[in-house]
């Protein structure tokens, strides 16, 4: 199994677990979650259609990053660095925390989220390497001593 995959598989792993501790604790930004969604709502006469628009646009793009999985070569690593930045995002739960000076809910583990989601960036990029052949760095051709 590739390194991506296993953290990647870990970083799948994070994502319930980081709901649930959002859903014990509380939720932070569900307030602006819901004026973002509000606005967007807005776009349309009747709020069930912005619904179904929405699940069809995160569907198809789920499918197609897996479909990109599944066909491998150089659209597996992409895809994967895709998937990857939900994992990333979670940041802003570190920067939260850091700026109330006191935990907010979800950081516990968003930090591990965003743990795994650098380990899944370093294996894509040690992999890219390793494929292309550029993993050492290349001598430097060996001068004439005169």
Known sequence: ????????????????????EQLIFGIGELATMRRVLAVYYRWFQQPDCGTVVLVTITGTLILSLIFAILVGDRSRPIAVGILNLAALGE????????????????????????????LVLRALIREHREATGASAPRPAPAQAVA
């Open 1 to 20: 199994m590739r390194a991506s995959t296993r953290w990647f598989g870990w970083t799948a792993l994070m994502l319930p677990l980081h709901m649930s």
């Open 91 to 118: 940041v802003h739960h570190l920067m939260e925390t850091i700026h109330a000076g006191h935990y907010t809910h979800g950081t516990a583990t968003a930090i591990l989220c965003v743990v795994f989601g650098i």
